[in-house]
């Protein structure tokens, strides 16, 4: 099990990400606009900046659903191989049969 604190932490985020992500969109189209001033743009990338780290995406870690363990995670499942694993030898995935030989 992951620490509580690091899981938190990465829900903080997801939260913040969600509520900037609207301004943060439009400052980017701006700051892209190739055919805006420069002093425009330069002006949206000073705005930008000014907005939380922790709101940009790109901060926030895949981690598993059931665990919070960050490696070995499957986007699809949202869990890591381990959970998957555990789940799959209970039989609550369905189609998931576990090998053995």
Do not use: D, H
Not at 15 to 31: D, F, H, P, S
Not at 65 to 78: Q, V, W
């Amino acid at each position: 099990m992951a620490k509580k604190s690091a899981i938190e932490k990465n829900k903080r985020r997801e939260k913040l990400t969600k509520q900037y992500a609207a301004k943060r969109q439009a400052l980017k189209e701006i700051v892209s606009n190739q055919e805006l001033p420069i002093e425009e743009r330069f002006a949206a990338t000073l705005k930008l900046a000014e907005l939380p780290r922790n709101s940009a995406a790109v901060r926030i870690r895949n981690r598993c659903e059931i665990t919070g363990r960050p490696r070995a995670y499957y986007r699809k499942l949202k869990m890591s191989r381990i959970a998957l694993r555990e789940l799959g030898s209970q039989g609550l995935i369905p189609g998931l049969v576990k090998s053995s030989w």
